[in-house]
Every structure is written in C-alpha cells, then in structure tokens.
C-alpha cells in the first residue's frame, strides 16, 4: 500500500477530490478554501466555535495529554519540576527552552530582584482605587498603566527590547499583586525587599506589619512557589489565547498581559478556585452533599473545580496540590472545608454522570483550600494565578512574536445574518 501522507478529501457535491497534505498529522485549514462548487465561491472553511479542535500555532513550550493526565514544561514531567525547582528556574525554563546553569539562574534572579519597584505613580493610581476595589481589576489596570511607563516597549520586534521588558513584568507583577491586596484591607503598601526570594518577597509585600523584618514560613513559602510552578503554563487556554490574539496586532507586552490577564478573571477560567470556595461554603456541611450533587446532575449548578476542556482525567497538577495541603495544614491547622472537598471529590468521582462524562478535579479544585489556609482573602485568588501565568503568557507571546507563519489574528466566521436589504425610513418601522 502506498504510504502517503495526505488525506484525499471527495467533494460529493461535485464528485470532485482533493489530495491535502499532512503537516504534523493534520491538515491546514487554509486547504480547504480550494474545495468549491464554482470558482467565484469563497471555498469551504472550517467551523469551530470556542476552538475546540483548532491548533491556532506551532509551540514548543507546553505538553498536554488531556486523557493520559500529562503536563510537561519544555519536556519536562510538572511533578519533576515542582519537586526539585525554584519557581524562577522553571520560569527560566519556560521562557528559555532549557534548564539554566547556576550562573544563568543567578544572573536571572538577581535580574528579576532589581526590577520589583514600581514607579511611584503607578503606585498613585493603585491608591485612587475604592476602598472595595476588586484586586483583579486593580491588577489589570495597574498592569496596562504600565506601558506608559515604558513607551520603548512597543518595539516587540526588537529581541532586545523583549528581553529588557520580560523579567522587568515577571519582576513587577508580585509588587502590583501585593499591593492591591494591601489596598482592600486598608494597609500601606510595602516595597519589596531584595534580601528575599521571588515569593518570600511576595509575603513580605503582602504580610508585613510592623515588624522590620517579615519572616515567611518556609513550608508555606514552598507551597507558594510550588503552586506558583503548577500555574505558569498551559499552552493554549483562553488567557494564552488572549495573548497571542492581542499580542498578534503588535500591541506592547504590557497591554497584551493586562488583556491576558483580563481573559483570566472569568470564573469559568482564573476564577474558578474563587468560585470552589464560595461553593465549599454554601455546601457547609457534608451532608448537603449528596443534594448538591443531584443539582448539578440536573444542570442546575456547575460543581465548580471539575471537569476541564483539554483533561479528561485527573488534572496532574491537582494531584501535586492535594499533596501541597496536607503540607500547608501542618503549619495552619486543618481546614473544615477541606473535608468537604474530600468528601464531595469521593462522591463525584464514583458518581455515574461524572464518570460518563470524564469529570475530575481540576488544579482550581484544591488551590482555593490551600490558599485560604495560608491566609489569602477569597478575591485574591485569581491574582495569585496571575503571578506565574505572567511567565507562561510571556514565553507564549515571544514564540508567537518570533514565529514566521504568524500574523495578526483574524478568525473568519459563517455569516447567518440577513441578506442585503433596503433601510426603512422610522415612521414605517413596526416593532
Ligand atoms: C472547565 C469547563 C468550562 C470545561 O467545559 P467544556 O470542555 O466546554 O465541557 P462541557 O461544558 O462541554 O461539558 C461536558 C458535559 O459535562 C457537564 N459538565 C462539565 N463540567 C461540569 C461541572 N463542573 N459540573 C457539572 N457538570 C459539568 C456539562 O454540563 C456537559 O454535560 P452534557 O453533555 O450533559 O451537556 C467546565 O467543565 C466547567 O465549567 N467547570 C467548572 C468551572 C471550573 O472548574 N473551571 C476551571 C477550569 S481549570
């Protein structure tokens, strides 16, 4: 049989075939546009609404295998990295392609340190803020503010320019983040501390009182930045698309991340471990369970923290974060709402509707508990998620940027609206 690596595609309409070739094992969209009944038609496209089967790039810096439960960075097992990196050598990795030297991880930290403050003004704007400002909206518009601090970024082209705007995000998003937080409990903001590592400086911006030196704990500093390394990246959900989409029109790294970071503050993306949370506690006790389970079989309610568009197994990183808790709850003592999870995560996974339909907990199932315990207010969650992903959406921004077969994104769509129709003057317009 001859070998060849192409579909033949029969046009039934016509009678008419098409030999497509196949790159990576699967087709272009673009050659399916020849495929027409006559030659003044557009040609056939693909319909995908929500991009369910629809690679949009070619990328080397994540892998997942959504029913095997499988993430790598770069290659690289997530349970392998989150046992034995720091969260700034994975986010060297990510963003580099390859582990860093010792001197390399000191030259990038050392980097990352000296960029953590924020222009005074920046820190003006956070202030003009209302006393209930959700920290999400403040840190996606201090983010964006940002660009105009740095008008030279707008040279995405220029590699050098990247590389100067790069760390200065990575090194300033634990600043804004911690100073949000500061602004919704009333508190003056407190500035880095370049003695302390990328999160032990975090808690310091976050925690600090009057102490002249806050002392992170350690197992809760771990904790931190291994939920910080499950978070910087996974390829291309809607955040990532984000910024590929609004990164693709060349607009700064600054406006591209707050428009990421914006996409990630829905609650069916980044806010869903707010939403865990806010279930856990309406559930309140494990009895109700069983009756909130039924809810949700009938489509009335979303068991938040389950099910995952791309998983349809158990998510890794849940797996690595349940195991994170038990750590963090030997420090911050036993969290009532983590015996709802585990009693609810039992139910659902032996429950028929779930198992039929491959739903398991996701990361955000587990990370809300976590958090709450280390002492972080509900509305702080996604912003936490925002931290790392900063580094995911920068590594996917710069492949997309370097990527020759990119350019601006533009999907197309089926038009179902009305044929060309004459306008009608008001006094005869009916309702
Ligand atoms: C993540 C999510 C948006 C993925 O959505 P998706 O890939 O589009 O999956 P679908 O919405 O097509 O779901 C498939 C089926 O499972 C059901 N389902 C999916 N997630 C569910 C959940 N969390 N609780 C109850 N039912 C769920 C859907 O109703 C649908 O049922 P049907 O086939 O009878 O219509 C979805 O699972 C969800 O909303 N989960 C809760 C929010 C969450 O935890 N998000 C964080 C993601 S990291």
Redesign the pocket.
């Known amino acids: 049989m001859d070998n060849k690596n192409t579909f033949t595609i029969t046009d039934n309409r016509t009678g008419k075939s098409y030999e497509i070739p196949l790159t990576d094992g699967n087709i272009r969209a673009m050659d399916l546009r020849q495929i027409k009944t006559n030659p003044e038609e557009f040609g056939t496209m693909a319909y995908d609404p ?1 991009f ?1 089967n629809t690679a949009s790039c070619r990328s080397a810096v994540t892998f997942i295998d959504g029913a095997k439960g499988i993430l790598r960075y770069r290659g690289y097992p997530i349970e392998q990295l989150a046992e034995n990196c720091t969260f700034l050598e994975v986010a060297w990795l990510v963003l580099n392609g390859e582990l860093p030297t010792e001197a390399q991880l000191k030259a990038w930290t050392d980097e990352i340190t000296h960029h953590t403050l924020i222009h005074e003004n920046i820190k003006k704007l956070m202030e003009g803020f209302r006393y209930d400002a959700h920290p999400m909206g403040m840190f996606i518009s201090s983010v964006a503010a940002l660009s105009t601090f740095y008008p030279e970024a707008k040279n995405v082209r220029d590699a050098e320019v990247r590389k100067a705007e790069i760390p200065r995000l990575i090194a300033k998003v634990p600043t804004i983040a911690a100073w949000a937080y500061r602004h919704s409990i009333g508190q003056r903001y407190v500035y880095p501390d370049n003695n302390l590592s990328y999160t032990a400086n975090f808690m310091n911006m976050l925690w600090r009182k009057v102490e002249s030196k806050y002392a992170a704990n350690p197992v809760l500093a771990r904790a931190l930045y291994v939920l910080f390394i499950l978070h910087i990246d ?1 390829e291309q ?1 809607c955040s990532a698309n984000t910024m590929r989409a609004v990164g693709s029109s060349e607009a700064d790294p600054y406006a591209t991340t707050a428009a990421a970071a914006a996409a990630l503050s829905g ?7 707010e ?2 949370l806010r279930m856990l506690r309406e559930i309140g006790h494990k009895d109700n369970i069983p009756a909130y389970i039924e809810r ?2 009938k ?1 009335e ?11 349809k197994n158990y ?1 890794p990183r849940a797996r690595i974060i349940k195991r994170t808790a038990e750590e963090v709850f030997e420090v911050t003592g036993r969290n009532p709402q983590l015996d709802i999870a585990l009693e609810l995560e039992k139910i ?1 996974l032996e429950d028929e ?2 198992v039929k ?3 398991y907990p ?4 587990y990370s809300g508990i976590i958090y709450q315990a280390m002492g972080f207010d509900t509305k702080m969650f996604t912003v936490l998620f925002a931290i790392p992903r900063t580094v995911g959406w920068l590594a996917q921004w710069q492949e997309m940027i370097t990527d020759k077969e990119q350019k601006i994104a533009r999907p197309r769509q089926v038009y179902v609206g009305y044929d060309q129709r004459d306008f009608v003057p008001m006094e005869q317009r009916t309702s």
Do not use: E, I, Q, S
């Not at 609650?267 to 471990?273: F, Q, R, S």
């Not at 309610?301 to 998983?311: A, D, E, I, T």
């Open positions: 929500a369910t996974h959900n609650p069916l993306h980044g806010g869903a471990n939403k865990v949700c079989k489509g309610l979303k068991l938040m923290g389950f099910g995952h568009r791309v998983y998510d659902a509707y779930f339909r491959k739903l996701n990361v955000d199932f």
